[in-house]
């Protein structure tokens, strides 16, 4: 038997303790045998032991069965905090365990606060704050009020534009918050005074030239949801308010200050609403891939990363149907919606287009394949599987006659078609053919086609087996036994409530009166992990197999609790739709 020692110092988490900590640990341990099929705690019973399996293997019976193997740790809350443990843990083969006392790990966890961390983030499954850069969370995580550094300056809608101006002159500000009875009505920026001043209406009223419909963040709001925001509403100024209570205004400068590493993008976007070259924009999105590396490498996630770069890939759809709209002389009664992942608002690296169109009035042929030679031009390549708008464009009628078959004829192939069209989000156009097209679907879905596509989405489950992760050193495809089995069994639960939201992590949220709240934070959570690990991985390898030797010590422990979290989920949702019953 290896020296107790010596082999946990080389594992997650007693490599974050000291010497002296491990002695005390190891200072208090017993050893156990536990023949094949002996109860080890029974479920309600108190134990003052933290156990760690040595060798052997364990299964935990409680409403989902857990099987733990070697190098797993059980029963850490229950003997830290004297409570009844939580399941009925038996041997299922001869096992040999180290037993800690419960006292002694709570003392170790008060003195090592990276190894209670640890623990704490487990047992409720925060798995990025096991990963996450400091710095980087700082920065994301910073209140925006902290940017405010001075009162607001107001004025009221009939304030005269002279007046204003002198106002702006005076207090060197770039803008004045327009109120009305107390209450912000509108934002008059430097912009609109040099409007005013072209059309020589000085001397007009600030209500004729202010922006309406003011964009607000709430003070306590991260600096990044700000930076966000201007980018997604193509602002250079945010007010900032308490409540009712305005607060200040921030300007693009002030974000920039703090975020100086995301300036390139942010940049990109305003260049984005504004250029009719599409070499121009090949170069842009060229800039986006290079960028994308460079903050992964910073340790910017995938949950920020992807609002951010989503906003600048629509916007170049965008901007790119709008200048062939006027060369081709179509106009905007059609619904343009894209799919996959761009649908679902996951897209960071740019992996081909899912495309679709929706209409009234026939739309050109020509127009639509020229969008798609386009946006394959620019940066964005044509879906081999040709789910693009150039094949898929079909009236109003149309789409909804197709979703009544796929539902109604739940063969493979319409199966398939549901799981690539369910994800449809608007980009362009009328989206009131769009939300009408998507009342229908939740009108005419039925549990039939449901449940077929939850045994789709359970089919293939994640490599865990009972020594841990399954071929782990020839490399895993974790979007294929990972992302996707979330993705997928999460639509049929938003398809079944009739939750429009498309983004994966925006339906689990609103799922929580299905889920429950813990099994919402496990999938978040896992997912986020996931997307991680490929993000990281995407930014040198243009594949989704991530090989063991990439992967560090504690990387590879939540990468297991994440597929154990998934294979649970996936026993949830055959019990749900009783898949098990086809």
């Not at 430097?190 to 004729?208: M, N, P, W």
């Not at 890939?313 to 059609?334: A, P």
């Not at 740019?350 to 679709?356: E, F, G, I, P, R």
Request: with cysteine.
């Amino acid at each position: 038997m290896i020296p107790p020692k010596e082999l946990l110092r080389k594992i997650v988490p007693f490599s974050y303790l000291t010497g002296d900590e491990l002695d005390r640990l190891i200072g208090g341990m017993e050893v156990e045998i536990f023949e094949e099929g002996e109860t080890i705690i029974k479920k309600g019973k108190k134990t003052k032991y933290v156990y760690f399996i040595y060798s052997g293997r364990v299964l935990l019976k409680n409403d989902v069965e857990e099987r733990l193997t070697k190098g797993e740790l059980f029963a850490v809350t229950s003997a830290v905090e004297g409570t009844p443990f939580n399941a009925t843990a038996v041997a299922e083969e001869d096992t040999i365990c180290y037993l800690f006392d419960g006292r002694v790990f709570r003392e170790v966890m008060e003195s090592n606060s990276k190894f209670r961390i640890f623990f704490e983030t487990f047992a409720e499954r925060r798995f990025r704050e096991l990963r996450f850069d400091t710095q980087v969370e700082e920065l994301l995580l910073k209140p925006v009020i902290e940017l405010v550094h001075r009162r607001p300056i107001t004025c009221t809608p009939d304030c005269v534009v002279k007046e204003a101006s002198r106002t702006m002159l005076e207090k060197s500000v770039g803008s004045l918050v327009v109120v009305n009875a107390g209450r912000p009505v509108g934002i008059f920026t430097d912009t609109d005074l040099k409007k005013a001043v072209a059309s020589e209406r000085i001397d007009g009223e600030v209500r004729e030239f202010m922006t309406p419909n003011l964009i607000t963040s709430e003070s306590r709001e991260p600096v990044f949801e700000a930076y966000i925001k201007m980018i997604e509403a193509g602002v250079n100024h945010l007010v900032i308010v308490n409540g009712d209570a305005l607060e200040g205004v921030i300007s693009i400068k002030d974000v920039l200050s703090v975020f100086e590493p995301f300036a390139k993008v942010i940049r990109i976007y305003r260049r984005l609403r504004r250029t009719d070259d599409f070499t121009e924009m090949r170069d842009m999105m060229a800039t986006v891939r290079d960028e994308v590396r460079v903050l992964v490498s910073k340790g910017v996630g995938f949950h920020d990363l992807s609002r951010m770069i989503n906003a600048i890939y629509d916007q170049t759809y965008v901007r790119v149907i709008e200048l062939l709209s006027k060369e081709y002389g179509v106009h905007r009664d059609f619904s343009w919606v894209n799919m996959g992942s761009s649908g679902r608002k996951e897209q960071v690296i740019a992996t081909d287009q899912d495309n679709a169109v929706i209409f009234e009035t026939e739309v050109p042929q020509e127009f639509l394949a020229e969008v798609n030679e386009t946006m394959d031009y620019v940066g964005i390549p044509k879906c081999v599987a040709g789910y693009m708008a150039s094949n898929w464009h079909h009236s109003i009628d149309e789409w909804k006659r197709m979703f009544e078959e796929w539902f109604n004829e739940p063969v493979p192939k319409n199966l398939r078609l549901l799981t690539v069209f369910l994800d449809m989000r608007h980009i362009y156009g009328d989206k009131r053919l769009y939300d009408e097209l998507i009342d229908h679907i939740f009108e005419v879905k039925n549990m039939q086609a449901l449940r077929f596509l939850a045994y789709d989405a359970t089919s293939l489950e994640p490599p865990i087996g009972i020594f841990g992760i399954k071929d782990i050193d020839k490399g895993i495809d974790v979007k294929k036994h990972g992302i996707y089995p979330i993705v997928n069994a999460v639509r049929v639960f938003a398809v079944d409530e009739g939750i429009r939201e498309t983004n994966t992590l925006s339906r689990i949220s609103e799922l929580e009166h299905v889920f429950g709240e813990r099994r919402v934070e496990e999938l978040k959570e896992s997912f986020e992990f996931l997307q991680d690990l490929r993000l990281k991985h995407q930014a040198h390898k243009s594949d989704n197999l991530i090989n063991q030797n990439e992967l560090e010590k504690l990387d590879l422990v939540i990468l297991r609790e994440a597929f154990k979290i998934i294979k649970n989920f996936q026993g949830f949702v055959r019990r749900y739709y009783g898949v098990d019953r086809l």
